[in-house]
């Protein structure tokens, strides 16, 4: 006869069997490790474009370059756990930057609504990587970032180029050297530096020269001349200032800046900057203490030195797939993106075209892993509103981005831009909660790919988010 706990022992190990067995899943283990595990994932790729066989490398199912408005976009949307896809989102700061509010950014520092990414990411299936992109070899799939300081590379089955713009500063001898930007980060002459220069120089007459025209040089005149009255602000455009939509809508930004007191010089072209005082082609020379350059925009030159086609703006040319022309493993979106097809609404630099096209891109790699096709990309516009200091200019837009019915001025144009601006910001906010469910107007522009067109244009490329 068993005695103590020999005498439970048949029972005891019965319950432990049968205990372990309940909370054994049903669904065999997956071999890979982790999303966010530190140890490197060893792959063994049969790709030509691929490592070597049986080399150790970092390798993600997409990789999202940028996180602007559509590479956020595009990583949340991937970042569907379901998907089960490896996801890698590359940033070089770990805040996000609302490009459409840098001309606050002259006065104080603006607060970001999204101060850490990489916590506003947990809760999803993204790696947040802070690193600066250095290099992207589309031959081999591989990125090469720098990351604390040290170098690395990580490889990619598809990529989403969503790096954005910058200041154009090529097309005018001297403006790199002698005129601020408005872009982010930390460089001597960006956002950051001209609010210090402007500070410097609140107490005095100053003379501030703004270059472009178009909404950014609008939205720098105007903010500066808001916030310091006592400074004498001009206006330089190419064309005539405000033009960058209809006739109504340049007489409500004319009228507004005029309003503030700036100072309006149309038709001069700009042929060289020097340390204090901008030439035009018309021989005028124009003095200032502090010249703000906005004068066109660019995107980074990573595409361009990866031997990817390229527009003259450094932009990469993709098709009515968002897929680049020359390397179909890339995408674009956004300000980095030159769509060669009809896109419904014109395809130009906004927050709007920069999300759409970032869920989009997302769509495609999705269907592409999924062996499908998906209809050409379109949207469509229906309003857009340009900050003029302390008023602005709000106006409807039909489809095609064509201002109609009326355009508001004013201070209440301004407070209804700052409502729009929150709610692209939630737009991501709710792609986070809800991934997969927002669509976007106009999606449906583009006619369906047919019956034929599935069966004869086998996807090319497919991603494997079970390796």
Known sequence: MLQG???NWPRATVARLLFSRSQRSPWPRRATPSLFSKQKVRVQRKSSMSPSLG??????????????????MAALRLGRRRLGLRVALVNGSEQFVERVRLQESMVAPVKPRIASLSRYLRRTNVQFIRARVLSLDPVRNMVTIEEDGSPRTIAFEQLIYALGSHVDTDNAPGALQHAFRLDPGEDPRSAAALRAAL???????????????????????????????????????????GDFSSAKVQSVVRRDLTRLGVELVDNERVIEIESNVVNTASGRRFPFDICI???GMRAPPIATQAGLEVDAQDRVVVGTDLRSVSHPAILAVGDSAHPNGPTG????????????SGVYAAEQVIARNQGRLIRPFSFSTFAQAVAVGRFAALFP???????????????????????LIWLVLHFITFERLLPGVQTWPGRK???????????????DVQLKAGR
């Open 397 to 419: 837009l039909d489809a095609n981005d064509h201002q109609m019915l009326f355009v508001l001025g004013g201070r209440a144009a301004s407070v209804l831009r700052s409502i």
């Open 5 to 7: 706990r020999d005498r």
């Open 345 to 356: 609404a014109p395809f130009r630099a906004s927050a709007l075209a920069a999300a759409v």
């Open 445 to 459: 522009r583009a006619a369906a790919p047919s019956a034929s067109q599935k069966s004869a244009d086998r996807p």
């Open 293 to 295: 350059w906005a004068a």
């Open 199 to 241: 500070h410097a120089l609140a107490g005095c007459s100053a003379r501030v020269l703004a270059v472009g025209g178009g909404p950014l040089s609008v939205e720098a005149a105007g903010e500066a001349k808001s916030t310091w009255p006592n400074m004498s602000v001009t206006l330089l455009s190419l064309t005539s200032a």
């Open 55 to 72: 080399s150790s490398q970092e390798v993600y199912d997409v990789v999202v370059l940028g996180a602007g408005y559509a590479g956020m």
